[in-house]
């Protein structure tokens, strides 16, 4: 299992924002996104999630493979935190949600309508929907935002045993996890927003 | 997709999950008339077909702008169209909730509140049966008019415009048919207008409104 990005370049609302972004994630690897404010590290995974297509170049693995972690949690605030839960687990077809409440310390909490729960228990059961999907590859967007210090080593720790479970995540972060982890800077994949073969690829785009 | 159909319903049971508004509304509009109107009985029960309809269509308008709306606020559809479901899919489990949460409703309530319209047992019957044929397009044509609409803020007001239009043949043929029905005459040709309206759009819609959410989540 790898993930091959290839030259990809991708575009916000017309604007190209990035182009010539190339790099590999492999099983058991953890990969940190880095870049400024608006520098495209949200636009990236959202085409590596395939909800958006790239204006050029090839990324090797199927979006079926991939757990998309957006800022959003996508949470029901009338649902319970289990039901929640349970949802994707269905919607994934895997069903289980126990060692996802557990990893997550969520178990005490799982007859709780998600409205009265605090941003940073809202955060992690954001993230304890990525354990229940089964899928190989997480994309993360920025996962410890609203969570204290022992919820973000909770939440290195099941990155930890992702990866160590023949898993691969690609994480958008300016903290220090604390993981094994490569960097990825895509401050130098800036694209020229004016450059005239970026927009004749964004005016394709609009006729395809 | 029986797991979203599942939260689905449950979500709109719950508070705030708007089951009941449509019917409510619809129940409010059917007491009214009768006011306006006055208390002629041949009146009442020449209009009761129509007014029934398009008390039902305008039931149905009310929800429309919560079908995608709460889902793309909240971040659920970006991550649904993550998921192994295909957004047809998901777009035809909405059309459904909508439908039994709205559509199923009215149509079980409307005979009994043409009651208040003076309409006769045989109009009731015919007003049931094409209630029961024609919301479903209701609920499938609004859904295309929420996809399409599903990333402006506000878009209630667009919504309306846009569907409305589409509404109008359905409107058309339901109440025609609901208008012969009442009147002894022969129901077969709007009826099958009406039911064929409904098969083109459960069979078109979800496709058109899948590739509008697609667009509009990108």
Redesign the interface.
Known sequence: MELAVENLAVSRGGVPVLEGVSFTLTAGQVLILRGPNGSGKTTLL?CL?????PLAGTVSMP??A???G???????S??SVA?NLK??A????TGEITRAMNDFNLTHLGARPATNLSAGQKRRLGLA?LLVTGRPVWLLDEPTVALDQASVKMFADAVRAHVAGGGAALIATHIDLGLEAAIFDIGACRADPDSGAALVGAFDEAFE | M???LI?DM??SI????GFGLGLAFFLIVTVLVPFGVGPDTAILTRIAPGILWIGALLACLLSLDRVFQL?FE???L????????PMEGAVMVKALVHWLVTGLPLTLAAPLLATLLHLGAEGKFWLFVTLLIGTPALSMIGTFGAALTVGLKRGGLLLSLLVLPLYVPTLIFGAEAARRGSEGMAVTTPLLMLAGITAGAVALLPFASAAAIRIN??
Request: hydrophobic share 40%.
């Open positions: 959202r999630a395939g909800l958006q297509p979006p079926e991939i757990a998309y957006a800022h959003a949690d996508g949470l029901k009338t649902l039901e949802f994707w269905n919607i994934y077809g929907r | 029986i797991a979203l939260r449950r979500l719950r508070a705030g999950g889902d909240d971040g659920t970006d991550l649904l169209a993550t998921a192994p479901m989540l990108r």
